[in-house]
């Protein structure tokens, strides 16, 4: 099993990781305030290499509220042996995850998880995120739908269509399923899930009256999206804050 614990990538690119390691683990800790883990199950994992090969991992079955940057598992997405191992990924984890990053280098953090809201909407006919204010017109056009649920998702197949489903969206809609999340860093990643997830709320509310819903046009909709990509530091400055609290209530998340 290829578990790495210490990478010669170069003294700046130990650094990085050392960061990295502390944000995904402050992104575990965060999913709980949020209410988005669900018990000892679900997975983020961020990578580590140029190729996206390397990536770090939540061991199986800890709960997120106690993972730690030293807990991360350094897998190879290529390495056949990973699942024979003591530390062993959960079989899901390792099929969503380790397919997405084998072959989607551009996907360099995800985030698999079960938030109520986005499940919920999961679980509809039609789960598209419809454009009908602010934050769910914040997702048009970057939405991809797999309907295509096949159960635990733990088979080779079931993985592939999930990277190649996804693709280069930020966002998987996965039928029955869940929600996963693609970003270039952790703080971008949290940023969506925050906001997908309260999006999907605010359309299931709307949908709980009966009314009819004020769908924006595709034209509406496209600008309004295009007019959040300016704002890309707030979900830095966020995550920052959540990391400043972590720091004064749960600082072993760095350890």
């Known amino acids: 099993m290829n578990v790495v614990t210490d990478v010669d990538f170069g003294c700046e690119a130990r650094q990085s990781e050392l960061e ?3 944000d995904l683990a402050a992104a575990f800790r965060m999913a709980v305030r949020f209410g ?15 190729d996206g090969s390397k990536f770090l991992m939540n061991p199986k079955w800890r709960h997120f509220s106690e993972v730690k940057a030293s807990d991360l598992l350094l897998l190879g ?3 056949d042996t990973v ?5 062993a990924p959960d079989p899901s984890a390792w099929c969503i995850h380790g397919t997405v990053h084998r072959m989607n280098p551009k996907a360099r953090v995800l985030f698999h998880c079960h938030p109520p809201n986005a499940t919920a909407l999961a679980t509809l006919q039609d789960p598209g995120m419809k454009p009908i204010d602010l934050n769910t017109a914040r997702f048009f056009g970057k939405v991809a739908i797999d309907l295509g649920f096949g159960g635990m998702a733990d088979e080779a197949e079931e993985g592939r269509r999930i990277a190649q489903t996804l693709s280069d969206k930020p966002v998987l809609i996965m039928g029955n399923h869940g929600i996963s999340i693609s970003a270039t860093t952790v703080p971008e990643a949290f940023e969506s899930l925050y906001f997908f997830e309260r999006a ?5 509310k709307a949908y709980a009256t009966g009314q009819p819903l004020a769908v924006m046009s595709d034209n509406l909709a496209a600008k309004t999206a295009a007019e ?3 704002y890309v530091g707030m979900g830095y400055a966020h995550f920052d804050y959540w990391k400043r609290e972590l720091d004064r209530t749960e600082p072993d998340y760095r350890d």
Not at 36 to 50: I, K, L, P, T
Not at 200 to 204: G, K, P, Q, R, S
């Open 20 to 22: 990295l390691r502390e």
């Open 36 to 50: 988005w883990h669900e018990s000892v199950g679900n997975h983020f994992s961020a990578a580590v290499s140029e």
């Open 77 to 79: 997405a290529n390495d």
């Open 83 to 87: 699942m024979e191992g003591p530390y």
């Open 200 to 204: 999907a709320e605010t359309l299931l």
């Open 228 to 230: 959040w990509e300016p």
